[in-house]
C-alpha cells in the first residue's frame, strides 16, 4: 500500500516538472523502464545538439467518445462471437474454381502495419475478413528460412525442396543439371493436377514471370536463376542439356497449356539483339523470339499477346481463350512509382484473367503473386512493401466481390516472412512510417517503429562518436527511404518465422490451425477434387 501510494506521488511530481522518468530509471528504483507510462517526443521538439528534449507530453491520440465506454467493446466482441459461432455451418461443396494468392514476404508484421499505413489500427484489410485462418511454417528442406523457390514448391506442389530449386524434389542439388533431368525428381504443381481435370488455368504476377513463385507452377529447375539461356550458361551450366525457365514457359507441358499468364520480364523472351516496345533489350543469346513462338503455337485458337495498360483494356475475355502479357523488360514498377500509372494495376490483371478463365464450365485455377511486397522489404524500404500489400489486397476484394463462396475457394498466404519487426509504445493513430512517439533511445536519439533485423538501412551517421542517425533530420516518408537494420547487408534477407494463412470458399475451414507450408496444396486438391491425394468428391483415397 504505502509503496503504491509513493509511486502514485512520484509520478505526479515528475509530471508537474514536466519530466518523463524518475532519476532511478535502469533498474534501481520502482519505475519500470519496460512499460513507460509516459511520452516523450513531442512532434520532434530537439535541444541545440538536435536531440529530443525530454519533458512528460500529453498522448497525441484521443480516443472517440464512444470508445471509452466499456459497452463499445463488449459490443464488438459480441458481434464477432457471432460470426464464430456461424462457422458450425460448413461449407462442404467441391470448389469448382480455386484462386490463390500470396503475398510475396508478406509477414504477420507486415499485414499489422499495413492496417495501420491504411487508415489504422482498427482497419481491416480484405482478406481479414475470411472467415478461416492458419499459420504455414515455411522452411526448406535444407534451410530453416526459405527462398521464394523452395517455398513456391511446397505450396504449389506439395513437397518440400531444397532453398533455390523449383518444382523438384530435395534430390536435386542446387543447379545439378543431370538431377534436373530425371522426371522422377520432378513435382507435379496444382496447374497440372487442375490441366488433367480439363479446368482453365493461369496466373498474374507483379514480378517477373520467369520468377520464382510463379515458375513454381509449370517449371522443373535446379536453379531459380536459371531464368533465360544466358543465365544458365552464366552458372555453368549447358542450355542444351537444362532448359531455361522462359523456355519452360512457353513449350512446357503445363507452360504452353496456361490460358493466362501476365506480369514482367519481357527481357527473358527476346533474344539481345532485339528491343522491347519500351526500348529495353532482350537478354537471350539462343537468338529465340519466344513471344513469336507462343503466338505461333496458340495462332490457331483465340489467343492475344498484349504489352501496354491499354492494349490490355481492349481485350474482350468473353472471345479470347489465352492471354500472354508482358507489360515491362524486368519487374512491374512499385505502385507508388510514377511508370506504375502507365502499367495495369494487379487489379486490372486480375480482372482480366477472370474474364478469360470463367468461360470454362469445368472451373479454373488462378495463381495471383502480388511480387513486390517482397522486393520493397528486401531494400527495407518499408513505404513500398506495405504500398503494395495494399494493391494486394484490393486484387482480392475484387476477386472476392465478383465470384461466389457457394463455389470458388480464395485462399491468401505468403511463401516466407521478412525481418521487419514493428515495435515501441507509440500512441495509436502514430504514423507508421514515423518515428515512435513514446520513448527514445539511451542515446536520446528517436527510432522508427519499423525496423528491421538486417539489410542496407544499416547506416553510422556520425562517424566521429559511433551513434545513430538522428531520424529527425531525414524524410521518412520518401517511398525509397531505408528504415533502420541492426546489421549492414546489401539486402535485407528474408524471416524465418511463420506466415499466415485466409481461407474463404468451400473447405475453407480445413486452411485453420499450423501446418507445414506443403500441406496448402493438398488440401486445394481435397476441395477441388484434382491431384492424386484425398478428394471432397470421393472422401477416400483414389486407386
Known sequence: ?????????????????????????????????????????????????????????????????????????????????????RKNHLNKNMARNVILFIGDGMSIATVTASRVYNGGEEQQLSFDKFPYSGLSKTYCAN?????????????????????????????????DCGAENRTSNHVASIAEWAQRNQMS??????????NASPAGLYSHSANRNWENDRQLIADGGNPDVCTDIARQLIHGKIGENLNVIMGGGRRHFLPEWETDVDGSPGTRGDG????????????????????????????????????????SNEHMPFHLEDEAEKKPTLTEMVSKALDVLEKNDKGYLLFVEGGRIDHGHHKTQ????????????????????????????????????????????????????????????????????????????????????????????????????EFPSTIPLAEETHGGDDVPVYASGPWAHIFTGTYEQHYIPHAIGYAACIGDGLHSCTDEQPH
Not at 525530454?54 to 458481434?79: C, D, S, V
Not at 534451410?143 to 504449389?156: I, P, R, W
Not at 472471345?319 to 500472354?324: A, E, G, H, N, R
Open 288 to 327: 529465340v523470339n519466344l513471344i513469336k513462338q507462343w503466338k505461333r503455337h496458340h495462332r490457331k485458337h483465340a489467343a492475344r499477346y498484349t504489352e501496354t495498360r491499354e492494349e490490355l483494356q481492349q481485350v474482350n475475355g468473353a472471345t479470347v481463350d489465352y492471354l500472354f502479357g508482358l507489360f
Open 1 to 85: 500500500m504505502c509503496a503504491t501510494m509513493y509511486r502514485i506521488v512520484l509520478l505526479l511530481v515528475f509530471t508537474c516538472a514536466g519530466l518523463t522518468e524518475p532519476a532511478s530509471v535502469g533498474g534501481k528504483g520502482e519505475y519500470d523502464p519496460m512499460h513507460p507510462q509516459l511520452p516523450i517526443i513531442n512532434d520532434g521538439i530537439v535541444n541545440e545538439n538536435g536531440r529530443v528534449k525530454r519533458g512528460a507530453l500529453p498522448l497525441k491520440f484521443i480516443a472517440p467518445e464512444m470508445e471509452t465506454h466499456g459497452e463499445y467493446w463488449t459490443n464488438m466482441a459480441q458481434n464477432i462471437l457471432q460470426l464464430q459461432l
Open 382 to 481: 518499408a513505404a513500398r512493401a506495405l504500398d503494395e500489400t495494399i494493391e494486394f489486397s484490393k486484387a482480392i476484394e475484387h476477386a472476392r466481390l465478383r465470384t461466389s463462396e457457394k463455389d470458388t475457394l480464395i485462399i491468401v498466404s505468403a511463401d516466407h516472412s521478412h525481418t521487419m519487426a514493428m515495435a515501441g509504445y507509440s500512441s495509436r493513430g502514430n504514423d507508421i512510417l514515423g518515428i515512435n512517439n513514446a520513448q527514445i533511445g539511451l542515446d536520446h536519439l528517436p527510432y522508427a517503429t519499423l525496423s528491421y533485423a538486417n539489410g542496407p538501412g544499416y547506416e553510422m551517421h556520425e562517424e566521429q562518436t559511433g551513434g545513430r542517425r538522428n531520424l529527425l533530420r531525414l524524410n521518412m516518408h520518401r517511398q525509397t527511404f
Open 143 to 175: 534451410t530453416q528460412v526459405a527462398d521464394s523457390a523452395c517455398s513456391a514448391t511446397a505450396y504449389l506442389g506439395g513437397v518440400k525442396a531444397n532453398y533455390a530449386t523449383l518444382g523438384v524434389t530435395a534430390s536435386v542439388a542446387l543447379s
Open 201 to 210: 488455368t493461369g496466373f498474374v504476377t507483379t514480378t517477373e514471370v520467369t
